[in-house]
Protein backbone atom coordinates (compact mmCIF):
# COMPACT_ATOMS: atom_id res chain seq x y z
CA UNK A 1 0.00 0.00 0.00
CA UNK A 2 1.36 3.40 -0.89
CA UNK A 3 1.27 5.44 2.17
CA UNK A 4 0.26 8.91 1.81
CA UNK A 5 1.33 9.57 5.37
CA UNK A 6 4.68 9.50 4.93
CA UNK A 7 4.38 13.42 2.84
CA UNK A 8 1.48 14.97 5.82
CA UNK A 9 3.94 14.80 8.38
CA UNK A 10 6.55 15.67 6.37
CA UNK A 11 4.49 18.60 5.05
CA UNK A 12 3.05 20.20 8.54
CA UNK A 13 6.97 20.11 9.38
CA UNK A 14 8.07 21.84 5.58
CA UNK A 15 5.81 23.18 4.66
CA UNK A 16 4.41 26.98 4.73
CA UNK A 17 0.31 27.02 5.03
CA UNK A 18 0.69 30.98 3.23
CA UNK A 19 1.73 29.34 -0.04
CA UNK A 20 -1.34 29.91 -2.67
CA UNK A 21 -2.09 27.12 -4.45
CA UNK A 22 -1.95 27.26 -8.56
CA UNK A 23 -5.73 26.54 -8.67
CA UNK A 24 -6.75 27.04 -12.11
CA UNK A 25 -8.06 23.80 -13.88
CA UNK A 26 -9.39 20.43 -13.79
CA UNK A 27 -7.54 17.11 -14.52
CA UNK A 28 -8.45 13.46 -15.66
CA UNK A 29 -7.18 10.44 -13.65
CA UNK A 30 -5.68 9.67 -17.22
CA UNK A 31 -3.71 13.36 -17.15
CA UNK A 32 -2.69 12.70 -13.69
CA UNK A 33 -1.13 9.14 -14.42
CA UNK A 34 1.20 11.39 -16.79
CA UNK A 35 2.91 12.79 -14.40
CA UNK A 36 4.40 10.53 -12.57
CA UNK A 37 8.25 11.26 -12.40
CA UNK A 38 10.47 12.44 -9.80
CA UNK A 39 10.61 15.98 -11.96
CA UNK A 40 6.56 16.05 -12.67
CA UNK A 41 4.92 14.38 -9.58
CA UNK A 42 1.04 14.65 -9.19
CA UNK A 43 -1.35 12.74 -7.26
CA UNK A 44 -5.01 12.64 -6.47
CA UNK A 45 -6.56 12.51 -3.05
CA UNK A 46 -9.97 13.07 -2.70
CA UNK A 47 -11.03 14.44 -6.02
CA UNK A 48 -8.79 17.31 -6.03
CA UNK A 49 -5.10 16.82 -7.50
CA UNK A 50 -1.95 17.97 -5.68
CA UNK A 51 1.63 19.23 -7.64
CA UNK A 52 3.85 16.90 -5.07
CA UNK A 53 6.84 17.80 -7.29
CA UNK A 54 8.52 20.38 -5.27
CA UNK A 55 8.57 18.76 -2.27
CA UNK A 56 10.54 15.60 -3.37
CA UNK A 57 13.88 16.67 -2.32
CA UNK A 58 13.10 18.06 0.81
CA UNK A 59 11.47 14.87 2.18
CA UNK A 60 12.46 13.89 5.47
CA UNK A 61 11.68 10.03 4.92
CA UNK A 62 13.66 9.95 1.25
CA UNK A 63 12.38 10.74 -2.43
CA UNK A 64 11.45 7.36 -2.96
CA UNK A 65 8.34 7.25 -0.42
CA UNK A 66 7.16 10.57 -2.46
CA UNK A 67 8.09 8.96 -6.40
CA UNK A 68 6.56 5.90 -5.45
CA UNK A 69 2.89 8.33 -5.23
CA UNK A 70 3.21 10.19 -8.28
CA UNK A 71 0.50 9.62 -10.80
CA UNK A 72 -1.68 8.03 -8.43
CA UNK A 73 -4.55 8.18 -6.47
CA UNK A 74 -3.98 8.64 -2.53
CA UNK A 75 -7.30 8.60 -2.07
CA UNK A 76 -7.79 5.63 0.28
CA UNK A 77 -4.71 5.52 2.40
CA UNK A 78 -4.86 9.22 2.76
CA UNK A 79 -8.58 8.67 4.48
CA UNK A 80 -7.68 5.72 6.14
CA UNK A 81 -4.60 7.87 8.10
CA UNK A 82 -6.04 11.59 8.09
CA UNK A 83 -9.87 11.03 8.04
CA UNK A 84 -10.93 14.68 8.21
CA UNK A 85 -8.24 16.26 10.82
CA UNK A 86 -8.10 20.09 9.71
CA UNK A 87 -4.66 20.09 10.47
CA UNK A 88 -3.15 17.04 8.04
CA UNK A 89 -6.06 18.51 5.06
CA UNK A 90 -4.90 22.26 5.87
CA UNK A 91 -0.82 21.57 4.50
CA UNK A 92 -2.30 19.35 1.70
CA UNK A 93 -4.36 22.76 0.23
CA UNK A 94 -0.67 24.59 0.27
CA UNK A 95 -0.40 22.22 -2.64
CA UNK A 96 -3.51 22.37 -4.88
CA UNK A 97 -3.24 22.52 -8.60
CA UNK A 98 -7.02 21.82 -9.42
CA UNK A 99 -9.93 19.39 -9.29
CA UNK A 100 -10.21 15.85 -10.70
CA UNK A 101 -12.46 15.86 -13.94
CA UNK A 102 -15.35 13.58 -13.68
CA UNK A 103 -14.92 12.86 -17.19
CA UNK A 104 -13.72 9.44 -16.53
CA UNK A 105 -16.79 7.10 -17.00
CA UNK A 106 -14.85 4.08 -17.52
CA UNK A 107 -16.24 1.09 -15.28
CA UNK A 108 -13.75 -1.27 -14.08
CA UNK A 109 -14.11 -4.48 -15.33
CA UNK A 110 -16.43 -7.85 -13.51
CA UNK A 111 -14.60 -9.39 -10.05
CA UNK A 112 -14.26 -13.27 -11.18
CA UNK A 113 -13.84 -16.46 -9.67
CA UNK A 114 -15.35 -15.32 -6.73
CA UNK A 115 -15.90 -18.15 -3.86
CA UNK A 116 -17.44 -18.68 -0.72
CA UNK A 117 -16.32 -21.24 2.19
CA UNK A 118 -16.81 -21.23 5.84
CA UNK A 119 -14.45 -21.13 8.32
CA UNK A 120 -13.55 -22.93 11.54
CA UNK A 121 -16.31 -20.28 13.22
CA UNK A 122 -18.69 -21.20 10.66
CA UNK A 123 -18.37 -17.52 9.36
CA UNK A 124 -18.28 -17.24 5.49
CA UNK A 125 -15.28 -16.28 3.76
CA UNK A 126 -15.25 -14.71 0.19
CA UNK A 127 -12.54 -14.61 -2.59
CA UNK A 128 -12.54 -13.18 -5.34
CA UNK A 129 -10.22 -12.51 -8.78
CA UNK A 130 -9.18 -8.81 -9.06
CA UNK A 131 -10.79 -6.27 -11.50
CA UNK A 132 -8.94 -3.99 -13.82
CA UNK A 133 -9.83 -0.36 -14.71
CA UNK A 134 -8.54 2.00 -17.10
CA UNK A 135 -7.25 4.18 -14.60
CA UNK A 136 -7.15 1.80 -11.27
CA UNK A 137 -9.85 -0.24 -9.11
CA UNK A 138 -10.46 1.44 -6.09
CA UNK A 139 -12.25 -1.26 -4.31
CA UNK A 140 -14.75 -3.79 -4.01
CA UNK A 141 -18.56 -3.75 -3.00
CA UNK A 142 -19.80 -7.20 -1.20
CA UNK A 143 -23.27 -7.99 -1.90
CA UNK A 144 -25.49 -10.60 0.16
CA UNK A 145 -28.55 -11.17 -1.11
CA UNK A 146 -28.43 -8.14 -3.32
CA UNK A 147 -28.04 -6.01 -0.54
CA UNK A 148 -24.82 -4.33 -0.31
CA UNK A 149 -23.02 -5.62 2.73
CA UNK A 150 -19.20 -3.82 3.44
CA UNK A 151 -16.48 -2.81 1.11
CA UNK A 152 -13.11 -4.06 0.73
CA UNK A 153 -9.79 -2.89 -0.45
CA UNK A 154 -8.29 -6.64 -0.61
CA UNK A 155 -9.73 -9.79 -2.41
CA UNK A 156 -10.99 -11.15 0.61
CA UNK A 157 -14.19 -10.80 2.91
CA UNK A 158 -14.70 -12.68 6.19
CA UNK A 159 -18.57 -12.10 7.24
CA UNK A 160 -19.16 -12.31 10.63
CA UNK A 161 -23.03 -11.68 11.04
CA UNK A 162 -23.93 -14.89 9.10
CA UNK A 163 -27.00 -17.50 11.22
CA UNK A 164 -26.57 -21.08 11.21
CA UNK A 165 -28.62 -22.84 9.09
CA UNK A 166 -28.91 -20.09 6.56
CA UNK A 167 -28.31 -19.68 2.63
CA UNK A 168 -26.61 -16.67 1.73
CA UNK A 169 -25.92 -15.10 -2.12
CA UNK A 170 -23.05 -13.21 -2.55
CA UNK A 171 -21.83 -11.30 -5.40
CA UNK A 172 -19.26 -8.76 -5.96
CA UNK A 173 -18.60 -5.49 -8.01
CA UNK A 174 -15.43 -3.49 -8.21
CA UNK A 175 -15.90 0.73 -7.99
CA UNK A 176 -12.48 3.27 -9.41
CA UNK A 177 -12.47 7.02 -7.76
CA UNK A 178 -14.48 7.97 -10.23
CA UNK A 179 -17.35 6.09 -9.13
CA UNK A 180 -17.81 4.47 -11.51
CA UNK A 181 -19.06 0.38 -10.72
CA UNK A 182 -18.50 -2.83 -12.42
CA UNK A 183 -21.34 -4.95 -13.28
CA UNK A 184 -21.99 -7.70 -10.07
CA UNK A 185 -20.07 -10.73 -10.58
CA UNK A 186 -21.54 -14.43 -10.89
CA UNK A 187 -22.99 -14.84 -7.34
CA UNK A 188 -22.07 -17.57 -5.25
CA UNK A 189 -24.75 -19.30 -2.82
CA UNK A 190 -23.71 -21.18 0.63
CA UNK A 191 -25.21 -22.42 3.46
CA UNK A 192 -24.13 -22.58 6.87
CA UNK A 193 -24.27 -25.69 9.08
CA UNK A 194 -28.04 -26.43 11.46
CA UNK A 195 -26.48 -25.67 14.80
CA UNK A 196 -27.89 -27.35 17.66
CA UNK A 197 -26.27 -24.57 20.21
CA UNK A 198 -28.72 -22.60 21.85
CA UNK A 199 -26.43 -21.56 24.65
CA UNK A 200 -25.63 -17.31 24.31
CA UNK A 201 -22.42 -16.49 25.35
CA UNK A 202 -21.28 -15.26 28.77
CA UNK A 203 -21.90 -11.12 29.38
CA UNK A 204 -18.73 -9.15 28.72
CA UNK A 205 -17.20 -7.92 31.76
CA UNK A 206 -14.89 -4.83 32.80
CA UNK A 207 -16.15 -3.12 30.08
CA UNK A 208 -14.04 0.61 29.69
CA UNK A 209 -14.16 3.67 27.91
CA UNK A 210 -11.43 5.95 27.16
CA UNK A 211 -11.65 8.99 25.06
CA UNK A 212 -8.36 9.59 23.31
CA UNK A 213 -9.67 13.28 20.97
CA UNK A 214 -12.46 15.04 20.92
CA UNK A 215 -13.43 12.94 18.41
CA UNK A 216 -13.28 9.53 19.66
CA UNK A 217 -13.56 7.57 22.53
CA UNK A 218 -12.02 3.44 22.49
CA UNK A 219 -14.05 1.03 24.32
CA UNK A 220 -12.30 -1.96 25.75
CA UNK A 221 -13.90 -5.02 27.81
CA UNK A 222 -12.85 -8.71 29.11
CA UNK A 223 -13.71 -11.52 26.18
CA UNK A 224 -16.88 -13.59 27.30
CA UNK A 225 -17.28 -17.20 27.31
CA UNK A 226 -18.96 -19.88 25.36
CA UNK A 227 -19.87 -23.77 25.01
CA UNK A 228 -18.59 -23.50 21.69
CA UNK A 229 -16.84 -19.84 20.82
CA UNK A 230 -17.86 -16.22 21.14
CA UNK A 231 -17.83 -15.25 17.47
CA UNK A 232 -17.36 -11.47 17.66
CA UNK A 233 -19.31 -8.50 20.04
CA UNK A 234 -21.95 -6.13 19.67
CA UNK A 235 -21.17 -2.79 20.07
CA UNK A 236 -24.17 -0.10 21.42
CA UNK A 237 -23.73 4.05 22.05
CA UNK A 238 -26.64 4.13 24.09
CA UNK A 239 -29.42 2.09 22.47
CA UNK A 240 -28.16 1.91 19.07
CA UNK A 241 -26.38 -0.19 17.64
CA UNK A 242 -23.34 1.25 16.16
CA UNK A 243 -21.01 -1.78 15.32
CA UNK A 244 -19.55 -5.18 15.15
CA UNK A 245 -15.50 -6.10 16.57
CA UNK A 246 -14.34 -9.80 16.74
CA UNK A 247 -11.94 -8.34 19.24
CA UNK A 248 -12.14 -7.26 22.59
CA UNK A 249 -11.55 -3.49 21.43
CA UNK A 250 -13.64 -0.82 19.15
CA UNK A 251 -12.84 3.00 18.61
CA UNK A 252 -15.77 5.05 18.13
CA UNK A 253 -15.01 8.02 15.87
CA UNK A 254 -16.52 11.07 14.10
CA UNK A 255 -17.89 12.43 17.93
CA UNK A 256 -18.56 15.42 18.98
CA UNK A 257 -16.03 17.12 21.46
CA UNK A 258 -16.77 17.77 24.70
CA UNK A 259 -19.73 15.30 24.86
CA UNK A 260 -20.95 12.51 27.07
CA UNK A 261 -21.85 8.81 25.57
CA UNK A 262 -22.51 5.53 26.93
CA UNK A 263 -21.83 2.62 26.08
CA UNK A 264 -22.94 -1.16 26.35
CA UNK A 265 -21.63 -5.00 24.83
CA UNK A 266 -23.10 -7.84 24.09
CA UNK A 267 -21.38 -10.76 22.54
CA UNK A 268 -22.56 -13.16 19.82
CA UNK A 269 -21.63 -16.62 18.34
CA UNK A 270 -21.74 -18.44 15.71
CA UNK A 271 -25.21 -20.00 16.13
CA UNK A 272 -26.70 -16.58 16.28
CA UNK A 273 -26.91 -16.53 20.37
CA UNK A 274 -26.46 -13.24 21.72
CA UNK A 275 -25.34 -12.80 25.38
CA UNK A 276 -27.34 -9.91 27.26
CA UNK A 277 -25.55 -6.71 26.99
CA UNK A 278 -22.87 -5.14 30.11
CA UNK A 279 -23.22 -2.72 32.22
CA UNK A 280 -23.38 0.78 30.56
CA UNK A 281 -20.31 2.68 30.73
CA UNK A 282 -19.67 6.40 29.96
CA UNK A 283 -16.80 8.92 28.60
CA UNK A 284 -16.83 12.61 27.26
CA UNK A 285 -14.76 13.23 24.34
CA UNK A 286 -12.04 15.59 25.15
CA UNK A 287 -12.45 19.72 24.26
CA UNK A 288 -10.74 20.88 20.65
CA UNK A 289 -6.73 20.51 21.28
CA UNK A 290 -3.83 23.41 19.79
CA UNK A 291 -2.01 20.43 19.73
CA UNK A 292 -1.23 20.34 16.15
CA UNK A 293 1.91 18.52 16.57
CA UNK A 294 1.74 14.16 15.09
CA UNK A 295 3.37 11.62 16.79
CA UNK A 296 6.18 9.98 15.44
CA UNK A 297 6.16 6.88 13.01
CA UNK A 298 6.18 3.67 14.74
CA UNK A 299 9.29 1.36 13.08
CA UNK A 300 10.72 -2.15 13.90
CA UNK A 301 7.11 -3.58 13.34
CA UNK A 302 7.63 -7.52 13.72
CA UNK A 303 5.12 -10.19 13.54
CA UNK A 304 4.88 -13.38 14.79
CA UNK A 305 2.88 -16.35 15.08
CA UNK A 306 1.94 -17.65 18.74
CA UNK A 307 1.42 -21.31 19.77
CA UNK A 308 -2.79 -20.87 18.92
CA UNK A 309 -1.63 -19.68 15.45
CA UNK A 310 -2.87 -16.18 16.42
CA UNK A 311 -0.43 -13.16 14.99
CA UNK A 312 1.62 -11.15 17.80
CA UNK A 313 2.58 -7.74 16.70
CA UNK A 314 5.28 -5.95 18.19
CA UNK A 315 7.07 -2.13 17.99
CA UNK A 316 8.97 0.52 18.91
CA UNK A 317 7.21 3.37 21.17
CA UNK A 318 6.85 6.37 19.31
CA UNK A 319 7.15 9.89 21.00
CA UNK A 320 5.16 13.08 20.92
CA UNK A 321 5.33 16.71 21.96
CA UNK A 322 2.51 16.27 24.39
CA UNK A 323 1.99 12.32 24.91
CA UNK A 324 1.57 8.99 22.83
CA UNK A 325 -1.74 8.06 23.99
CA UNK A 326 -1.87 5.07 21.83
CA UNK A 327 -1.53 2.95 18.85
CA UNK A 328 -3.93 1.99 15.71
CA UNK A 329 -3.55 -1.43 13.99
CA UNK A 330 -4.17 -1.45 10.74
CA UNK A 331 -4.47 -5.55 8.88
CA UNK A 332 -4.86 -6.10 4.97
CA UNK A 333 -5.01 -1.82 4.92
CA UNK A 334 -8.37 -1.62 7.32
CA UNK A 335 -8.65 -0.46 11.14
CA UNK A 336 -8.33 -3.45 13.20
CA UNK A 337 -7.89 -2.15 16.92
CA UNK A 338 -5.90 0.18 19.12
CA UNK A 339 -3.60 -0.65 21.90
CA UNK A 340 -2.04 1.47 24.58
CA UNK A 341 0.74 -0.69 24.38
CA UNK A 342 3.48 -1.66 21.57
CA UNK A 343 2.17 -4.47 21.25
CA UNK A 344 -0.85 -6.37 19.80
CA UNK A 345 -2.30 -10.05 19.39
CA UNK A 346 -4.58 -10.76 16.73
CA UNK A 347 -7.15 -13.86 17.53
CA UNK A 348 -8.92 -13.40 14.82
CA UNK A 349 -6.89 -14.56 12.08
CA UNK A 350 -8.16 -17.65 9.60
CA UNK A 351 -6.15 -20.43 9.36
CA UNK A 352 -3.69 -20.86 5.84
CA UNK A 353 -4.11 -17.03 5.44
CA UNK A 354 -2.32 -14.16 4.41
CA UNK A 355 -2.40 -10.90 6.31
CA UNK A 356 -0.54 -7.69 6.35
CA UNK A 357 -0.44 -5.33 9.27
CA UNK A 358 0.81 -1.75 9.78
CA UNK A 359 0.53 0.25 12.72
CA UNK A 360 -0.07 4.50 13.24
CA UNK A 361 0.27 6.30 16.94
CA UNK A 362 -2.20 8.89 17.98
CA UNK A 363 -2.10 11.38 20.99
CA UNK A 364 -4.93 12.81 22.83
CA UNK A 365 -5.35 15.44 20.32
CA UNK A 366 -6.28 13.17 17.48
CA UNK A 367 -3.01 13.54 15.80
CA UNK A 368 -2.36 10.65 13.71
CA UNK A 369 1.45 9.90 12.91
CA UNK A 370 2.80 8.30 9.19
CA UNK A 371 1.62 4.73 9.11
CA UNK A 372 4.42 2.27 9.46
CA UNK A 373 6.36 0.34 7.14
CA UNK A 374 3.51 -2.67 6.87
CA UNK A 375 4.34 -6.39 7.52
CA UNK A 376 2.97 -9.65 5.96
CA UNK A 377 2.48 -13.06 7.65
CA UNK A 378 0.59 -16.04 6.89
CA UNK A 379 -1.03 -18.30 9.24
CA UNK A 380 -0.27 -22.44 9.84
CA UNK A 381 -2.73 -24.69 8.31
CA UNK A 382 -5.22 -25.85 10.97
CA UNK A 383 -3.76 -27.97 13.15
CA UNK A 384 -0.92 -26.92 13.16
CA UNK A 385 1.32 -26.08 16.23
CA UNK A 386 3.15 -22.70 16.12
CA UNK A 387 6.40 -22.47 18.75
CA UNK A 388 6.11 -18.89 19.51
CA UNK A 389 9.29 -17.06 18.18
CA UNK A 390 9.14 -18.34 14.98
CA UNK A 391 10.80 -16.55 12.15
CA UNK A 392 9.84 -13.26 11.00
CA UNK A 393 10.43 -10.13 9.44
CA UNK A 394 9.60 -6.52 10.22
CA UNK A 395 8.54 -5.14 7.10
CA UNK A 396 10.65 -2.28 6.84
CA UNK A 397 13.08 -1.33 3.90
CA UNK A 398 16.29 -1.69 3.60
CA UNK A 399 16.24 -4.76 5.83
CA UNK A 400 19.59 -5.48 7.74
CA UNK A 401 18.80 -9.32 8.97
CA UNK A 402 20.76 -10.86 11.80
CA UNK A 403 19.86 -13.80 12.81
CA UNK A 404 19.37 -15.09 16.71
CA UNK A 405 19.33 -18.62 18.43
CA UNK A 406 16.68 -19.45 20.10
CA UNK A 407 16.20 -22.63 22.21
CA UNK A 408 12.83 -24.24 23.45
CA UNK A 409 11.05 -21.12 22.59
CA UNK A 410 14.00 -18.59 24.68
CA UNK A 411 15.19 -15.87 22.80
CA UNK A 412 18.64 -14.88 23.11
CA UNK A 413 19.05 -11.68 21.65
CA UNK A 414 22.29 -9.71 21.91
CA UNK A 415 20.76 -5.85 21.37
CA UNK A 416 18.63 -3.57 23.67
CA UNK A 417 16.66 -0.79 21.59
CA UNK A 418 14.75 1.69 23.08
CA UNK A 419 14.21 -0.23 26.44
CA UNK A 420 12.49 -3.04 24.11
CA UNK A 421 13.97 -6.52 24.69
CA UNK A 422 13.92 -9.20 21.62
CA UNK A 423 14.37 -6.39 18.30
CA UNK A 424 16.79 -5.12 16.85
CA UNK A 425 16.47 -1.24 15.62
CA UNK A 426 17.95 1.94 15.79
CA UNK A 427 15.75 5.36 15.20
CA UNK A 428 17.12 7.13 12.33
CA UNK A 429 16.17 9.50 9.51
CA UNK A 430 16.22 9.69 5.90
CA UNK A 431 14.04 6.21 5.99
CA UNK A 432 16.04 3.83 7.43
CA UNK A 433 14.15 0.78 8.37
CA UNK A 434 15.48 -1.95 9.75
CA UNK A 435 15.11 -6.19 9.71
CA UNK A 436 15.21 -9.00 11.93
CA UNK A 437 15.47 -12.43 11.85
CA UNK A 438 14.57 -14.87 14.71
CA UNK A 439 15.26 -19.04 14.06
CA UNK A 440 13.49 -21.07 16.80
CA UNK A 441 14.94 -24.39 17.22
CA UNK A 442 13.01 -27.30 19.37
CA UNK A 443 13.98 -31.15 20.55
CA UNK A 444 9.97 -31.77 18.46
CA UNK A 445 10.34 -29.58 15.53
CA UNK A 446 12.15 -27.14 13.37
CA UNK A 447 9.89 -24.49 11.66
CA UNK A 448 10.07 -21.41 9.87
CA UNK A 449 8.05 -19.18 8.90
CA UNK A 450 8.83 -16.73 6.11
CA UNK A 451 7.17 -13.58 6.01
CA UNK A 452 7.01 -10.62 3.41
CA UNK A 453 7.90 -7.08 3.05
CA UNK A 454 4.59 -5.17 2.22
CA UNK A 455 5.51 -2.01 1.36
CA UNK A 456 3.45 -1.56 -2.08
Not at 205 to 225: E, G, P, R, Y
Request: proline share 3%; with cysteine.
Amino acid sequence: MKKFAFIMLSLLIALPLSVAPAFAASFTPQQVSTHNTASDCWAIVNNNVYNLTSFIATHPGGEAAIIALCGTNGSTTFNAIHGSSSSANAALASLLIGTLATTDTTAPSVPTNLAASLNSSHQVVLSWTAATDNVGVTGYKVMRNGIALATSTALTFTDITVAANTTYAYSVLAFDAAGNNSAASTPVSITTPVSTDTSAPSVPTNLTASAISSSQINLSWTAATDNVAVTGYNIYRGTSLIGTSASTTFSDTGLTPSTSYSYMVSAFDAAGNTSAQSVSVSSATLAVSSDTTAPTMPTGLAASLNSHNQVVLSWNTSTDNVGVTGYTIMRNGTNLATSTSNNYTDTSVASSTTYSYSVLAFDAAGNNSTVSAAVSITTSASGVNNNPGDNHHNGNDNDNEQDHNQDHGQQNVGHHDNGHDGKNGNNGNNGNHFGENHNQQSNQQSKQVTHTNNND
